[in-house]
């Protein structure tokens, strides 16, 4: 584990606010979903992605598919991924 150097205080709500440089670096926007692990004393948060998500849509779909290894897209998501690279080889 590689420590930042940042340190945060919890408000009295509970919540912990992420710098802008590191939600930048970990592509984390509002409203993404986090998955929270605790290990002793240890606390991870993660970036959710629900089992068999696209990784364009986010939709989980019995017809989504794995073309390489981590790389599952959705029929929808598939579409968008072509049109885009016809888009930029055009």
Do not use: W
Request: include cysteine; charged fraction near 25%; charge should be negative.
């Amino acid at each position: 584990m590689k420590s930042t150097g940042v340190i945060r205080k919890i408000d009295p709500l509970g919540r912990l606010v992420f710098p802008i440089e590191l939600r930048r670096t970990m592509n984390l926007n509002e409203g993404d979903p986090m998955e929270i692990f605790v290990d002793g004393d240890f606390v991870l948060l993660k970036k959710y992605q629900a089992h068999r998500a696209c990784a364009v849509t986010g939709q989980v779909l019995a017809e989504n598919k794995e073309f390489a290894p981590g790389l599952i897209l959705s029929p929808e998501g598939a579409q968008i991924l072509f049109d885009q690279l016809q888009k930029e080889n055009s």
